[in-house]
């Protein structure tokens, strides 16, 4: 009888961690859903800068995962560009993580030469983590002033998309 008390008990017990091992993995994984917090970051810089998410509070920001590799990220370059120069002056961050494997060496030149002069980051597992997960590229957060995320898109989207966002958050 205490053998079969004590099997049921190990399976109890069994059940609760895996369960609650799967509700924190979701929590985890819930921190890049749209209506959440942006979850901070600090990461480097092209130049080896560190910067965090949270030192944008108070801005709209665009967070986009990309890389240098990625034809609809390379397309959505040039309107990001343009966003960032119209509306940095008011309220407005844009924000590049790219997951290029080659790092720094691989990024720098190709930012400086597409002319994208806002913050330029390199992913770690973290990031990747707690926005996650990140199926696709690219992969774009819009983040409104209090810091929570209004829109997660994944995939191309045209200039005149973008900027209706950041004209109603601004």
């Known amino acids: 009888m205490h053998y079969k008390k004590a099997i049921v008990f190990g399976a109890v ?7 609650s091992g799967i509700l924190s993995c979701q929590s985890r994984a819930a921190s ?10 600090e990461l480097q810089d092209v130049d080896g800068n560190l910067f965090r998410l949270s030192d944008t509070k ?12 990625c034809p609809p990220c390379r397309a959505e370059i040039p309107h990001f560009v343009s966003l960032y120069n119209a509306y940095k002056d008011r309220g407005f ?15 720098r030149p190709f930012a400086r030469s597409n002319a994208m002069i806002y913050p330029m980051l ?12 990140i199926k696709g ?21 045209d200039k005149a998309f973008f900027e209706s966002l950041i004209q109603k958050l601004l």
Not at 32 to 41: I, Y
Not at 98 to 106: E, I, V
């Open 137 to 157: 590229i690219p992969t774009t957060f819009v983040i409104d002033r209090e810091g929570r995320i209004v829109k997660k898109i994944v995939g191309y989207r």
């Open 122 to 133: 390199l992913a770690d597992e973290k990031v990747l983590t707690d926005f996650g997960p």
């Open 93 to 107: 961050e844009m924000i590049g993580i790219s997951l290029d494997r080659g790092g720094a060496p691989t990024v």
């Open 32 to 41: 890049g859903r749209e209506g959440a917090m942006a979850p901070d970051f």
């Open 58 to 69: 108070g801005k709209v920001v665009i967070v986009d995962f990309w890389a240098t590799w």
């Open 13 to 19: 017990i069994t059940v609760l961690l895996v369960v």
